[in-house]
């Protein structure tokens, strides 16, 4: 995306997607969080490195899931801020790479701080939830616009769903793939 967002001078809004609702707030390890699922568990997390490894995404080895609503919570308070993609960024290197558990207020503070925003008003933002309610709208147009993985690229009437290369990216916005009749899904 950052080489999209340099050479097209693109605009991103991060969008909230209700992933993992459900985990509680001490995370849950992948093997119970996908039992009863036809998953290969070691095969999907290999094929995840490969795809983040291609295309220069932290991926780090992860044994847990966590729940996400605090995090893009803090997220929109980093928008707000006018530190929303370094915000952004840092939680996922936290959550892929490093596998921390950003439900976890103390983890998300420290992310804060990392970004270059108040530990105290993060820590305030919250124990109020402060941006709880942009979330929840955030979350239902995930829903209207039938959105069910993350990541999930909008442009130009069209989507692509999951890490996709930079050529599929770049079709997606300039709407290349469409015009000359090929598709990018």
């Known amino acids: 995306m950052e080489r999209l967002i340099s050479e097209l001078g693109l605009a991103v809004r991060w969008i909230g997607f209700p992933l993992n609702p459900a985990v509680p707030a001490k995370g849950q390890s992948i093997e119970d969080y996908l039992a009863g699922r036809d998953v290969d568990i070691p095969a999907m997390l290999a094929k995840m490195k490969r795809v983040a490894t291609r295309e220069g995404l932290p991926f780090g080895d992860r044994f847990h899931v966590y729940n996400s ?12 801020c006018g530190r929303g993609d370094a915000f952004h960024h840092l939680a996922f290197r936290a ?3 490093d596998g921390r558990n950003i439900a976890q207020p103390d983890v998300l503070v420290d992310l804060a701080r990392a970004a270059g925003l108040s530990p105290k008003e993060a820590e305030v933002v919250i124990a109020e939830r402060r941006f709880a309610a942009a979330v929840d709208e955030d979350w239902q147009r995930a829903r209207e616009k039938n959105i ?38």
Not at 69 to 80: F, N, P, T, V
Not at 150 to 172: C, E, I, M, S
């Open 95 to 97: 959550y892929f790479a």
């Open 69 to 80: 609503r605090l995090a893009q919570e803090l997220g929109k308070w980093a928008e707000a």
């Open 148 to 185: 069910t993985a993350v990541p999930t690229f909008l442009a130009n009437g069209r989507r692509l769903v999951g890490a996709q290369p930079y050529h599929k990216l770049r079709d997606l916005v300039t709407g290349e793939a469409s015009n000359s009749g090929g598709t990018i899904l």
